[in-house]
């Protein structure tokens, strides 16, 4: 391969950009992770990240991708054949799903368009028709990665609330964490499932699950049968800055530097950034006259824009032609929208610069693969990113 000079943009909706200094702090030799070191790293990590989670609870950290937080949620607070209410609200929703009806839960799935969150009024008559308070927990996706759609967590609690319903709330928030506003002990969300490798701005390998009292509750009376992912052990250990089995040492160091990062710009800061990239991204889009797959602006992502390619056209040649020529990666269309919608990350370590650069990559693409837009796009999201500064 010819060396590519530059660097190359990682505009996928994670893995994000790793900040040098994250880098850096990793670039370490490892340590016991039986030392008294250590402990003080581990301390300070499962304290800390409790500020993103936005809840005085614990979060548990696994060494694992954030599919394994699922799977813990699920085996640590419920019972085998438990019933549980997910959303077809896109491919994450879906594969979660999935993953709960293969470890033998009962799993009611509400259909969807792949263009919405969850609606309200189908989860208040879905709990409606359980009177019996047959289901024991239902599934949120707080940002949809494949679709770029946030749902209402707030609204879902309230829907659980006014329904009376005592299922367990789950969020998955894994490319919303430390990047669109989430409220853990206010939304009184019971297990939320993060993953490090998006809004954390750290490499892959880390998952986590922010608990509840209700749901150390469900623990104590959960039969299903743990292993790698049990709680109890983690817990136990982590009281003392330990882990159960050998911890992901490096990664954690990086963590350590994500979370003094966090402190230094603020986490409303880092919403907002993130709102205005995004807004920006939807000024460029509009532009360009490409539809989103978000069909409804309040539930617009401020992690990822995913956009449909005309009809005729397919997302994959778009890529690949903007990864050949300008050395940028771009989201895939995933599950029911594959070659019919990419995706344009805008979550992590990412500034107006950055996204400029991303949008100019897109546009240049889209003349390239003669797909019909109309030009300008980046003019128009640099005038909104230009008005914005001149407001802060
Ligand atoms: C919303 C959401 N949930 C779950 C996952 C799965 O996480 P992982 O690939 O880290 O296992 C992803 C990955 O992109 C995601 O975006």
């Not at 490090?196 to 623990?219: E, T, V, Y």
């Not at 950034?273 to 920006?280: G, P, S, V």
């Not at 107006?352 to 980046?378: D, S």
């Amino acid at each position: 391969m010819p060396y590519k000079p530059g660097r190359h943009f990682l505009q996928i909706p994670g893995p994000s950009n790793v900040p040098d200094r994250v880098l850096r702090a990793m670039d370490r030799p490892v340590i016991d992770h039986r030392s008294a070191e250590f402990a003080q790293l581990g301390l300070e990590c499962l304290n800390g990240i409790k500020s993103v989670f936005q809840t005085s609870n614990p979060v548990v950290v696994f060494p694992s991708s954030g599919t394994g937080a699922w799977e813990a949620a699920m085996t640590n607070t419920l019972n085998p054949g438990d019933r549980i209410l997910a959303f077809e609200i896109g491919q994450f929703a879906t594969l979660w799903a999935k993953m709960a009806g293969n470890l033998g839960f009962r799993v009611d799935v509400i259909p969807g368009d792949w263009r919405h969150g969850i609606r309200m009024e189908e989860l208040a008559q879905a709990l409606a028709r359980d009177s019996g308070h047959e289901i024991k927990a239902v599934f949120a996706v707080h940002n949809e990665t494949s679709t770029g759609v946030t749902t209402d967590i707030p609204g879902v609690r309230r829907t659980l609330d006014e329904a009376k319903h005592p299922a367990l709330l789950m969020v998955d928030t894994i490319s919303s964490l430390a990047s669109i506003d989430y409220r853990h002990d206010e939304w009184r969300v019971d297990v939320a499932i993060g993953g490090s490798q998006k809004g954390l701005m750290l490499p892959p390998g880390l998952a986590f699950n922010a608990l509840s009292k209700r749901a150390l509750d469900a623990n104590r009376q959960s039969k299903f049968p743990k292993g790698y992912f049990d709680w109890g052990a983690m817990l136990d250990n982590n009281t003392r800055g330990y882990f159960p089995y050998t911890p992901a040492t490096n990664l954690l160091y990086g963590l350590r530097e994500s979370l003094l990062i966090f402190q230094e710009e603020g986490l409303q800061a880092i919403f907002a950034r993130h709102k205005k990239l995004a807004q920006a991204t939807r000024c460029a889009a509009q532009h360009w006259g490409l539809e989103m797959v978000a069909a409804d602006p309040s539930e617009y992502s401020n992690t990822v824009t995913a956009l449909f390619v005309p009809d005729g056209f397919r997302e994959q040649d778009l890529r690949a032609l903007i990864l050949e020529k300008f050395n940028m990666s771009l989201g895939a269309g995933l599950g029911k929208v594959a070659g019919r919608a990419f995706r344009i990350g805008h979550i992590g370590d990412l500034n107006e610069l950055m996204l400029g650069g991303t949008l100019c990559g897109v546009e240049m693409g889209l003349e390239l693969a003669g797909i019909p837009y109309r030009a300008g796009g980046v003019n128009a999201a640099l005038r909104y990113l230009t008005t914005q500064a001149k407001a802060s």
